[in-house]
């Protein structure tokens, strides 16, 4: 009676391959899905676009860097099971909901109001333009959901979830990354423009009653 023959390292190999590719759909599945999700008209759009007309790249990609910390510490925290606990209480995802609400109502309210204070250039600038991407994105309930309904759909049930789920939210992250420095970029461009006040005063009460309306979608979008 012959004995089984141990896999070698090519065949060792092989079925690490095979692996990878059975998850490759499961990954180009996930990232168009969020590719669909970042386009969707939202509050990152809307402020950014705020940001970028009015105070230039510099200031949006500073946004752009706060908000991918804030959507990559949910993904961790929506892994460590800590997003469900918020989406199962009541009081919680209120709290959450409304400070996010009403923190964008604040941006909407400052834009409209225009520069009281002059915002120093420089690293202080761009220290208060991350803080805001990083807190509308720590105070936005509809990110964790995201992480708590969406993202485990795509978790494959033979594989660590915890890995997976790290995989998956670093994916997602640098998908809305992408596609908020292209909207800075785009905005960018018209800064220039903005130069005249006059035109500057219309494009940034227009952007921030958008964003005031955005804001109140977002109230009755996430309420449950």
């Known amino acids: 009676m012959s004995t089984p023959t141990p896999p070698t390292a090519g065949t060792k190999r092989t079925e690490m391959e ?22 969707t008209p939202g509050p990152n759009m809307t402020y950014l676009a705020l940001v970028s007309a009015g105070e230039g790249r510099r200031a949006g990609f500073a946004t752009v860097a706060g908000i991918a910390l ?25 709290g959450l909901r409304w400070a996010g609400v009403l923190f964008l109502l604040f941006l909407a309210y400052e834009g409209w109001r225009g520069p009281g204070d002059v915002v120093s250039e420089g690293n202080d600038a ?19 959901v ?4 969406v993202l485990p759909t795509f978790i494959i049930a ?31 461009t018209l800064e220039p423009l903005l130069n005249n006040p006059r035109i500057e005063k219309v494009a940034r009460k227009f952007l921030s009653a958008l964003l005031a309306a955005v804001a109140v979608w977002f109230a009755f979008a996430t309420a449950r």
């Open 126 to 144: 761009d220290r208060r333009y991350f803080t805001r991407g990083l807190v509308t994105n720590l105070l936005n309930p509809k990110a964790a």
């Open 158 to 188: 033979d594989k660590p979830v915890l890995s997976q789920t790290l995989t998956l939210t670093a994916i997602y992250v640098a998908v809305a990354t992408i596609i908020h420095a292209l909207i800075v970029a785009l905005a960018g």
């Open 18 to 39: 095979f692996a990878a590719a059975s998850d490759l759909p499961t990954l180009l599945s996930f990232s168009l899905t969020s590719v669909i999700i970042e386009l």
């Open 146 to 149: 995201f992480y708590v309904a």
């Open 70 to 94: 804030g959507l990559a510490t949910i993904g961790v925290v929506a892994a460590l099971g800590v997003t469900e606990l918020i989406q199962s209480s009541h009081l919680l995802y209120e």
